[in-house]
């Protein structure tokens, strides 16, 4: 029996078991040990990947910090003196103002501020300077700017951290709203500038406004391309807008209906301005007048566009300096916002103007007066006009800006034209040692 017994049964009672048992211990020990160092691994790369993103955006973050063009002592300082006001509350025409110019390196920017520090008020503008016109001829109007008086921020209206400190450091009681992206036929080739500018920076800009306390009154730049499609003349502000004819003009309908919301929901003053085709000296190098004249003076042929069945096209052309009197008429009769905190406390101004010349002259008779003036003979290339978003026509009923701003333009296009050709011949240097080119 011992025998077999120990035949049927090891010496060891359990040895097998107990070394099955030990090398499926080792193996899950090796397993365990292998998937833990893998965890570490993972938890290790995991890590470093936290770390260096988290650097990286430190040094992002530092990057623009230490790269800002605002900020600082010295530079409130200079937004201090830009803004005060140089008119003691006595005066015959009233206490200065103390106002934010957006786009102040534009065309309609730099004339307003200029005006705007003539008389007295205090001026402070910002303009980020883009490219889509040659960004040394806004430097050269900073420059303009400067030698008056007037400090520029460089940053953009979709700032609202830059805005804010604006609004912090001075408590602006207006703001000439002018920056946005231009234009009608670029928005068929950078249709998001047009958003980001005109309607995300206008939305921008009035959150702050309605956080500031004070609350400032607003005047802006829409525009006469609102009235799109509409073919009866001349145009008024109670007639239709909401067929436009380009994404720029929806864009600044748009901004005419974001507006009105701000005032009724915030209490903020806002009068709209519908520009027709202005023009001038230190003007914007992509409107037809402008690019007319470079063209005529290096012997290109510039393009004339007709409409439909050969009929003219016509713009009701508007000298910069009436333009800016309509600029600051509107300022001076804004009325207050009634917000405080971002809380409406009572109604607030809301009014919307046309500002143009109302004499509409056609694109064959602004050629003509430019020949005149360059004394050079223009090369023509007369084309159908293509399905741009451009409209054959623009003429400004104006008698409600009349009525309530004392508005009356006073300079026709003959003489407008001279004046910019002057400007254009003296700026590009045009006049050394070509007899012809002499005014």
């Known amino acids: 029996m011992r025998v077999l017994e120990d035949d049927l049964f090891p010496s060891t009672p359990g040895k ?8 499926m211990n080792r193996q899950l020990h090796r397993c365990f040990a292998s998937t833990s160092t893998m965890f570490l691994w993972a938890l290790f790369l995991v890590a470093m990947t936290a770390s260096y993103l988290s650097f990286q955006s430190f040094v992002d973050t530092s990057s623009k910090y230490f790269a800002a063009s605002w900020g600082g002592l010295h530079w409130e300082r200079q937004i201090r003196a830009s803004a005060a ?4 509350p006595g005066s015959a025409t009233g206490a ?8 102040a390196a534009g065309f309609v920017g730099t004339h307003c501020s200029l005006a705007l520090r003539k008389r007295g008020d205090g001026v402070v503008g910002i303009d980020n300077f883009n490219s889509y016109y040659d960004p040394s ?5 900073r420059s303009l700017l400067a030698s008056h008086g007037v400090f520029v921020v460089e940053g953009d209206i979709n700032d609202g951290r830059l805005l804010a400190k604006l609004f912090d450091v001075v408590p602006f009681t207006h703001v000439l709203h002018l920056a946005a992206q231009a234009g009608v036929r670029y928005a068929m080739e950078n249709p998001a500038s047009y958003v980001h500018s005109n309607i995300a920076g206008l939305v921008t800009l009035l959150e702050a406004c309605k956080d500031a306390d004070p609350q400032p009154a607003i005047v802006w730049a829409s525009s006469s391309s609102v009235y799109g499609l509409n073919d009866k003349v001349p145009f008024s502000e109670r007639d239709r807008t909401d067929q436009p004819a380009s994404l720029y003009a929806a864009t600044k309908k748009a901004g005419e209906e974001i507006t009105h919301t701000y005032n009724h929901i915030y209490g903020l003053s806002i009068t709209g301005l519908r520009f027709f085709t202005v023009y001038g000296p230190w003007g914007r190098p992509d409107m037809a007048y402008f690019s007319f004249t470079r063209n005529i003076l ?13 009929v003219d096209l016509a713009r009701d052309f508007t000298y910069i300096d009436d333009i800016v009197k309509g600029c600051l008429g509107s300022l001076d009769t804004a009325g207050k916002s009634t917000g405080t905190g971002g809380k409406k406390r009572g109604p607030a ?9 109302t004499s509409p002259v056609t694109v064959p008779n602004l050629v003509s007066i430019l020949e005149k003036h360059l004394r050079v003979k223009a090369k023509k290339n007369v084309i159908e006009m293509p399905g741009n ?3 054959p026509f623009t003429h400004a009923n104006i008698s409600l800006a009349r009525q309530q701003l004392g508005y009356k ?13 002057k400007w254009y011949l003296s700026y590009y240097g045009y006049t050394r040692g070509s007899k012809n080119l002499r005014l």
């Open 85 to 88: 006001p140089r008119r003691p």
């Open 409 to 421: 333009p006073t300079t026709n296009l003959d003489v407008g034209l001279k004046k910019f050709v």
């Open 96 to 103: 200065g103002m103390s106002v934010l110019v957006t786009g």
């Open 137 to 141: 001829l806004k430097k050269a109007r």
């Open 16 to 23: 097998v078991k107990i070394e099955r048992a030990g090398a």
């Open 298 to 310: 290096q012997g290109k042929p510039i393009t004339v566009y007709r409409g439909k069945n050969h």
């Open 389 to 391: 978003g451009d409209v």
């Open 349 to 357: 101004p809301y009014r919307i103007f046309n500002l143009g010349n």
